[in-house]
């Protein structure tokens, strides 16, 4: 049996009652923050749709679009180019109900509410060469076929898409399956494999995102959506070990002031601790019991000690050589030796 050393005894006595604080901090996902987003009425104003919305009810993936018009258009020209959107998507050409994309991303890094509803919950967009289902259309404002998107634009349609997957639950690491509802490339009833952020050549037959940002999906925005995912669930660092000789220093104002007074720190290699299990804190706990004892036994034979050598020292009228035969024992005990006897009464009253 290894055998418990005065050290072990008193890092039982000062780190028992810290036992139930020592622990591993509990990881919990978290959803990226919603990035800006200006709503729908700020562009659209009392423009509603034309006929009912549905909501998307199991949103899988996430589609990326451009509308293929001008790139250079003003910031403040932009609710007009939506404005004008909306007229064409509702007009007799599509005879959709509302603009098809639940997002639209300026030039200028602005993101915008598209389909009515889009900011509280998925609803299902529209899209040429019909639609598959189960994703949620996020669409450059521009034309992208001989130029990809501005940086801020890029970034922030990353921001957007991370936002989404998070909200809607879209696992951005794994690829999607899903039975097609019917599009001219996946005809309804096909079971469709895709990534978790695509493009709308991917469900369609059509060029769309254009030639210039369609390889830019799969190399930028969807690595760039993950990172922004994982940096928001990731668990906060972990708290620091508490080890017996910083929390003995910690508890003892003393122990740095009063030479003596404190233990030396743990030898290297000697184990520090984490959080105990059931067992260990029993035998913590009863580590400090044990040293609150040893702390006690010890000050009582201090202080019989005292009281002997104060008795041996007084001038006696029959044996003056026997008391100067005494004095040299104990004047054997240093001062030194006193004050670090002092000091060991105050720490252990101090448990």
Do not use: K
């Not at 060469?129 to 990809?148: H, I, N, R, V």
């Not at 706990?285 to 009582?300: L, Q, S």
């Amino acid at each position: 049996m290894t055998p418990v050393s005065r050290r072990h005894i008193l890092a039982g006595v000062t780190l028992a009652p810290l036992v139930p604080l020592v622990g591993r901090p509990d990881a919990a996902a978290a959803a990226p923050a919603r990035p800006a987003i200006r709503p729908r009425a700020e562009w659209a104003g009392e423009r509603r749709p034309t006929g009912p919305l549905q909501a998307e009810d199991e949103p899988r993936f996430l589609l990326i679009h451009h509308t293929v018009t001008s790139n250079a258009y003003a910031a403040d020209e932009v609710p007009r180019e939506l404005r004008s959107i909306l007229a064409f998507h509702t007009g007799a050409e599509r005879g959709w109900p509302d603009v098809a994309y639940n997002f639209f991303v300026d030039r200028f890094g602005t993101i915008w509410e598209g389909r009515e509803g889009s900011l509280a919950g998925p609803v299902r967009g529209d899209a040429s060469g019909g639609s598959q289902g189960f994703a949620q259309l996020c669409c450059f404002l521009g034309d992208f076929d001989a130029a990809p998107p501005t940086p801020e634009a890029r970034a922030a349609m990353a921001s957007l898409l991370a936002w989404l997957a998070g909200r809607d639950g879209i696992d951005l690491a794994s690829p999607v399956n899903f039975t097609s509802r019917g599009s001219n490339r996946w005809r309804r009833g096909v079971e469709v494999t895709t990534d978790p952020i695509a493009g709308h050549r991917d469900m369609s037959l059509t060029g769309c995102p254009g030639d210039a940002l369609y390889p830019l999906v799969r190399s930028e925005l969807a690595p760039a959506a993950r990172a922004l995912l994982s940096d928001a669930g990731r668990p906060a660092s972990p708290a620091p070990s508490v080890t017996a000789s910083s929390v003995t220093a910690s508890a003892s104002p003393s122990a740095t002031s009063t030479p003596g007074a404190s233990e030396p720190p743990p030898a290297a290699g000697e184990p520090v601790t984490e959080a105990p299990n059931n067992d260990a804190r029993a035998l913590w706990v009863g580590a400090g019991m044990a040293g609150m004892a040893a702390a006690a036994f010890g000050i009582r034979g201090w202080g019989a000690r005292r009281r002997r050598a104060a008795a041996e020292s007084t001038p006696s009228r029959t044996s003056g050589a026997t008391s100067g035969a005494q004095e040299p024992h104990r004047q054997g005990e240093t001062a030194a030796q006193e004050r670090s006897h002092q000091t060991d009464e105050e720490s252990a009253q101090g448990q």
